[in-house]
């Protein structure tokens, strides 16, 4: 099986390494051709949940110089990112292949829905961590489970190089489970990540201070009824109490975590609150629910990013 790893950050290179020792044919897809080459010549090293490095040979390219078919594209770019690398994805994709899109948050979808093609392609969703260490290191920060279902609609029918894909997986390295609708699973870590992550950003705070402050957690009470507002327009039937007791369970679990909103401000990047916050609000609009807290988490995520780029 031929798959291309589309992305060489935190997700791509545990990916990458992972298959590789599964499929000789596993290319990672760079955006740099520097990138590449250190991949190329020193493999990938995965510092594993026990701490003890490993390190796997894996093959490497830059993303505008592939010229191979691939069989089943792991698309692990930020929804920045998103548009342009699922076009180049698309253009190598075999005629039979698929395309798997591990994007947090939504919009990711729209952009599959107005595109033309005729690949299957799928979303990810997992409660796994990494963080990339440089150009070849990845450290693997949390152990969790993987959902994988198609990204537009219901299936219950999946392609069987998919299917053979992830029993290897699930068997070798981490429970990945298909299922036949991605989408609650999607709007689900949405919502955690919703309130987590902006909070713990703007706050400068690990996911474990959340909770002891009692301003944060009545802020996550408040934004999850907004948010629980626009999902039960859409069908979900969560409740907000629940949810909150969710979000807590994770910040439980995940109490010395960074989260990426975090980091990514820490390291001058821009964030992903278009398309997690930006999700509900969009979502809101098109429905007539009001959702000013989730704005104004946005607004000041915008201006920490305004900030960092002076
Ligand atoms: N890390 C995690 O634990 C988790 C991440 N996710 C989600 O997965 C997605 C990826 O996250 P993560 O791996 O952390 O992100 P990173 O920022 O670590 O990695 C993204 C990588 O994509 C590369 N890239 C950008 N455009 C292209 C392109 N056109 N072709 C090839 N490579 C490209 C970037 O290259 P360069 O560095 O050169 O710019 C970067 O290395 C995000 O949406 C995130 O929310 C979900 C769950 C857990
Ligand atoms: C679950 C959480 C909040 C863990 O840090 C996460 O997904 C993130 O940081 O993006």
Redesign the pocket.
Known sequence: MRIGV????????LWAARLAALYSETVL????RK?ADAVRSEGIRVIGLDGKARRMPVQAV??DRVTASFDVIML????R??T??FY?ALSVCAQDGVIVC????VGHDAVVKKTRHTQPVYGA????????EDMTTVRH??AGQTWIGPLLGKQEDHPALLRSLIAQVDHRWCPVVLEADIQPRIWKKLMINSVINPLTALLEVENGELFRLPDARALIRAALEEGVAVVRAMGYRWEADDVFHEVAEVCEKTATNRS?MYQDLMRG?MT?VD?INGGIVKEGKARGIQTPIHETLMRLVHAKEAINRR
């Open positions: 589309w992305g060489g950050g935190a997700l791509g290179l897809v760079t955006r740099t990138q830059e993303s692990m770019v930020k929804q990112d998103f342009s690398a180049q591990w994007q947090n948050g969703v997992t409660t796994e961590g990494a963080w990339r920060t949390g990426s990047h992903e398309w």
